[in-house]
């Protein structure tokens, strides 16, 4: 028993600073990646082509002023990014990084846990994130942060419901809840080759889930000045940032476990093919953040409940039809 | 009754809905392409630009083998400035020697024409490539003959 919890304190602590790793460099990834796109350097004074740019940013979040609003409802405004970075974090627990290694004769999965509902759990907790938008734009008394959370809370229930049906089809076919399983069943062939529409529109709702440019109408630098967060500072604002990007690294961790085939590939061990994979998403992400404008909000609505959700239904139809046919 | 389309046709080459994705592919390669490009920018203090060897920037008050400076004090360069940057105090020796006292360029009032320059009969002033001086205040601009002598030190490093 004491040596069960030894274990996973150890791998807590390890996928913790690993994320935490990874999300500090994901805003350099991110800066850098935009830079190249048009023509500049990025980052380049901070250590070796600006490798030391996350510390930087992190020691100045610390040493900021922390401003709350005369007319904020103080509560809930500090309560909020905690419900932001809590939920972000708190999806870590089911990524499956990799397969069971022994060390040391010890059996030791390389993931925390194993939920038979897995998904379920990722869909829900990530509803939950949304709260920390919602709840932080409407608590800082701010008209720019209002109509954000407005548009926060609108856009997350109109892309949960076809990422959801998006990964019941993924679902049906790997006839498993639990990521780890999911995983498992994409040995032979990867899930992008049997759903490539529900691929295509995961990769969408997830975008719009995140918040991520075509769909960041929470936080639209032009309209809205900075969103939701617009009146937070210091390290309140840089735990909303920090979810932000825990979220896309979530997304494309999630990615790579339903549709790439998660560990699988070949030569190269488990966790690297995983994190080789993560990171393209995560590169594709900054990329499409480069070329795509702002969809406007009424073109947002009308995307997710006319095409997508019909969409994403179609999917199911013809998932279950196939399945029938083959009798898979 | 014949029917009349009165609505006006703003663009005929609006895509219709749904037809965009072409062109978001299209944007995407052209990203891409762009990320694999050379960037256009420069790091500065570290790299820089490369300039006309006709250059006009800090003045140089030029010194002889022995060490003096050539100026005379003739004061035809602050005859001949248009903004008047140049004040010269000449001094005399008993021997008959002449050479400026004080010899003042306000960097701030001087537009770069090198007229100085070309108006030198003793070839004592020139124009060199430095162009990034900065400093806190306007006095600091008024180059007196020691920082006239040494322009090169003025050189940005980033340090």
Same mark, same amino acid.
Request: proline share 0%; hydrophobic share 55%; with cysteine.
């Given at each position: 028993m004491i040596e069960f919890t030894i274990i996973l304190l150890i791998k807590t602590l390890v996928v913790f600073g690993v994320s935490m790793l990874i999300v500090a460099y994901s805003t350099w990834i991110e800066r850098k990646v935009l830079g190249l796109v048009q023509l500049r350097h990025g980052p380049m004074r901070v250590g070796w082509h600006g490798l030391l740019q996350p510390l930087a940013d992190g020691v100045k979040g610390f040493m900021k002023e922390e401003v709350i609003p005369d007319n904020a409802d103080k509560p809930v405004f500090v309560i909020a990014p905690i419900i932001s970075i809590g939920a972000a974090l708190s999806l870590l627990v089911i990524i499956p990084f990799g397969d069971t290694v022994t060390?040391?004769?010890?059996?030791?999965?390389?993931?925390?846990?194993?939920?038979?509902?897995?998904?379920l759990y990722v869909l829900a907790i990530s509803t939950i994130g949304s709260y920390g938008c919602m709840l932080g734009g409407w608590s800082s008394g701010n008209k720019y942060g209002m109509i954000g959370a407005l548009r926060a809370g609108a856009q997350m229930i109109s892309y949960e419901l076809p990422m959801a049906l998006a990964v019941i089809s993924v679902v049906m076919v790997c006839g498993t809840l639990s990521l780890v399983g999911i995983v498992q069943s994409q040995a032979g062939l990867w899930n992008i080759v049997k759903q490539p529409l529900a691929f295509f529109l995961f990769i969408i709702c997830g975008l719009a889930e995140i918040n991520r440019t075509p769909f960041d109408m929470p936080e639209a630098e032009a309209e809205l000045a900075c969103g939701f967060n617009v009146e937070y500072s210091s390290m309140k604002f840089a735990l909303f940032f920090m979810a932000e990007y825990c979220h896309m690294f979530i997304f494309g961790s999630l990615v790579t476990t339903l549709f790439l085939g998660g560990w699988h590939g070949p030569l190269l061990p488990g966790p690297v093919w995983f994190f080789i994979k993560t =990171?393209?998403?995560? =590169? =594709?992400?900054?990329?499409?953040?480069?070329? =795509?404008p702002r969809y406007r909000y009424d073109q947002v609505m009308e995307l997710g409940w006319k095409i997508l959700i019909p969409a994403g239904l179609l999917n199911i139809v013809l998932t279950g039809l196939w399945m029938v046919i083959f009798n898979i | 009754m014949e029917k009349k389309d009165y609505v006006m046709k703003v663009s005929g080459r609006r895509p219709e809905k749904g037809n965009y994705l072409v062109p978001l592919f299209k944007g995407l390669a052209y990203t891409l392409k762009n990320y694999f490009g050379k960037p256009i920018t420069i790091q500065y203090p570290t790299e820089r630009r490369k300039i006309a060897d006709r250059w006009r920037g800090l003045h140089r008050l030029k010194v002889d083998d022995q060490g003096k400076l050539k100026c005379v004090a003739c004061g035809l360069c602050a005859k001949i400035c248009p903004p008047q940057a140049i004040t010269i105090v000449p001094y005399e020796e008993e021997g008959g020697t002449r050479y400026p006292k004080e010899f003042i360029i306000d960097e701030i009032r001087c537009i770069f024409c090198g007229f100085c320059q070309q108006a030198c009969p003793k070839d004592a002033i020139e124009l060199t490539k430095v162009y990034d001086y900065v400093d806190y205040h306007r006095e600091d601009f008024k180059f007196d003959i020691e920082k006239l002598k040494t322009p090169e030190k003025f050189i940005f490093t980033g340090k």
């Open positions: 060390i040391m004769g010890r059996e030791i999965t390389l993931y925390l846990t194993d939920l038979d509902i897995g998904i =990171f393209a998403v995560i =590169f =594709f992400c900054v990329w499409e953040r480069s070329t =795509f | -």
